[in-house]
């Protein structure tokens, strides 16, 4: 019979993986509080009008679409900021800002590649309703701490602001109609560097010395002084975040961004490129109805991160309690139940194996410890708890096996 | 301009409820842990003739359903478990028992009604590989601790044998060929009453008198005692489980069920239904290729439990910070980074608002104090904190604000 396999550009996150990331997903949600973001979480397929709003209907070429059996088109979210958006336009009266954080799945219909995943997760946050780079600089603050949280260290943000590019594009002398293609080819100056991004250029019928101009332009690091950009670092800097680099080429491909925009690199794994991005947008709110709403937000790539990470093993219970004879497979889950009220974590026979079935299995699980149940145990109160890598053995209360296991 | 909602069926959960739910999720993971499960996440869509093949073609009426861009046809997740059973078909190597556990929405096109939603969640187990009674104690067990940590006390649990009514079945003179018909009338009893099942049995072409007989027999409550099912009580005295009546009635809608079911009804919530079923399915991993694996588990649908429980407050952070001049706004920002790596949750002034304002929205916020930042006070390295509830102000260092509010 033929194996199901998860559908291609998917696949399944067992107990090892998924441990991992609910600790680092705990350990983001204590950050994201600590700056009073309120989690959030919005249906996993939207109005495809409502996905297509912001980039045209081209982007149905990336998503997954579908139409309900009462004849609505719905797409599965491709992007955690504009169902967050869509809340915002239709509850204009919540005090400002508002801080939202979002932990959750979402779905592209990309070419599966290395970190990247058709089913793939983000964690972030919004802030809406301010206009301030004090607001984009809380933003990378967080994304900062989600970054030590994640228990990365070697890693430096790039930031650029979108309209200082734009500046930069006319100042070249590319024409206003063609400022938007400009920007999508430098947004691929790391993945195809300096020749791939002018021959876009002139592809898309910029002219060569123009090309040139502005990529010598944008090449002049540091060389100029974004008002904008100078102004958020300054204000990381009294944070004590100073591993903040004005990158002039950093546009972020996403097309909602209106300012400010920063990408998160981690050392030894720039092949993953940015594992947190983010930025400014100051219109998508009011795309949706909303009045404007100055915004800023970030997500982390949960994949990617998890890339680096790496998992341990799947977690393993303390003990398990091991009947000697079948018919005290009551005893032994009884047993079990008294260890879990106690704080130990504990499997329970429920095979009906012999014991010495039982050793191999508590041996393949990787189960520390074993405890035997018999009738002389039972009426003693007092059980025979077996160390499963040193083999050696005592004889405890459950209060003391409690003791010890937890300790 | 047209606002935006969720999809109809759908809807977002906003902070209060998130909160709520997380903390609902955290303690349902303590029990999974505590009884060696771990957890897993399948993607949101599967290969439709997954999904289909254990109900058939006409589940897609029920199914969010679609194609892919390379023809695949694919549909959303409706249940956890025959993902599951798809892993372990996959992994015949894995050491028996298998204890998976999941947190999980999924989505089923539904009329939507009270605590039944489009996309809706479930959590649970499933214990993979034993065929005995203590496997279905054992799920039973970790059902009531799940209902006891989300702090439900007054409920019951409803346990039958799928075997033991199709015996009952048989012995009212039902043909085997109309057995899942009498089934699935049966398991609208408690939604139809009896006259309503009755008339069912008889359009399904069951004579009166069998369809009376059957149902005489079904309500023999206690009257037949299933060899089974007084195994697994047995178990559960044992255990301390007491609250476990035998209910011939219930048979649990889905087909897959092969023998012990259960559901849980919570007193004074029997309009929701059952908040937490599941039983035993010895054929299912079979239908997708992994041999013969006895199987059982459960799921508690954290809608319902949700819409029982109800939500508190979005949580609010202890503090704002609030710079008593716009140009302090750097230094309010630097101080409550301080604030968070001492255990503070604080939110910082980012609008550069005037203090009254700050005032006004930390009131309208519900943020409990307020600490005030201009230059005297960072001079001093004392600042002002004010409880906004009595108005009452303390001078205060920093390492004293955060003792008193992590206190």
Redesign the interface.
């Known amino acids: 019979?033929?194996?199901?396999?998860?559908?291609?550009g998917?696949?399944?996150?067992?107990?090892?993986e998924?441990?991992a990331r609910?600790a680092l997903f705990s350990r983001l949600?204590g950050v994201f509080?600590?700056?009073?973001y309120?989690?959030?979480?919005?249906?996993?397929?939207?109005?495809f009008?409502?996905l297509a709003r912001k980039s045209g209907p081209d982007i149905e070429?990336e998503l997954?679409?579908?139409?309900?059996?009462?004849g609505?088109k719905?797409g599965?979210r491709f992007d955690p900021t504009v169902?967050i958006c869509?809340?915002v336009?239709?509850s204009p009266n919540l005090?400002?800002?508002m801080?939202?954080c979002y932990l959750t799945?979402m779905?592209r219909?990309d070419r599966p590649q290395k970190g990247r995943w058709r089913?793939f997760w983000q964690a972030g946050v919004e802030?809406l309703?301010?206009p301030?780079p004090?607001?984009d600089?809380?933003v990378l603050?967080v994304a900062a701490?989600c970054m030590r949280a994640a228990g990365l260290k070697r890693f430096a943000f790039r930031v650029n602001s979108r309209t200082a590019v734009e500046a930069l594009a006319k100042e070249a002398g590319i024409p206003e109609g063609k400022k938007a293609d400009a920007l999508r080819a430098l947004d691929k100056l790391a993945k195809v560097g300096k020749a791939g991004v002018e021959k876009e250029l002139q592809e898309k019928g910029i002219p060569r010395a123009k090309a040139e101009a502005f990529l010598g332009l944008v090449g002049q690091e540091g060389g100029r002084t974004d008002p904008g950009i100078a102004r958020i670092t300054?204000?990381l800097k009294?944070?004590?975040i100073t591993n903040v680099r004005h990158d002039p080429s950093v546009v972020r491909g996403i097309d909602y961004y209106t300012g400010f925009v920063f990408e998160t690199m981690v050392e030894g794994h720039e092949d993953l490129g940015s594992v947190a991005s983010g930025g400014r947008y100051d219109t998508l709110v009011g795309l949706?109805?909303g009045g404007e709403v100055p915004a800023t937000g970030f997500g982390m790539g949960i994949d990617r991160v998890m890339e680096i990470l790496g998992t341990g093993k799947?977690?393993?219970?303390h003990l398990l309690v091991a009947p000697v004879r079948e018919e005290l497979?009551?005893?032994a889950?009884?047993l079990a139940?008294e260890l879990?009220a106690r704080g130990?974590?504990?499997?329970?026979?429920?095979?009906?194996r012999s014991l010495r079935k039982q050793l191999e299995?508590a041996n393949?699980?990787g189960?520390p410890h074993l405890l035997f149940v018999g009738e002389k145990e039972l009426k003693a109160g007092a059980y025979t708890l077996r160390d499963m890598q040193t083999g050696k053995e005592q004889q405890l209360s459950l209060e003391a096996v409690a003791k010890q296991l937890r300790g």
């Not at 997954?64 to 009462?70: G, I, L, N, P």
């Not at 799947?314 to 219970?317: K, M, R, T």
């Not at 130990?344 to 009906?352: D, P």
């Open positions: 019979m033929e194996k199901f396999q998860p559908p291609r998917t696949r399944d996150l067992l107990p090892a998924m441990a609910e949600r509080r600590s700056y009073g309120g989690e959030v979480w919005t249906p996993a397929f939207e109005d009008d409502l070429q997954y679409v579908f139409t309900d059996k009462a609505r719905l599965l169902p869509r809340i336009a239709s005090p400002k800002p801080r939202f799945n779905w219909y089913e802030l309703g301010s301030r004090e607001a600089a809380e603050a701490d300054e204000l009294e944070m004590g949706y109805g799947a977690p393993v219970p497979a009551g005893n889950l009884s139940g879990r130990v974590a504990c499997e329970a026979e429920v095979m009906g299995y393949s699980r189960i």
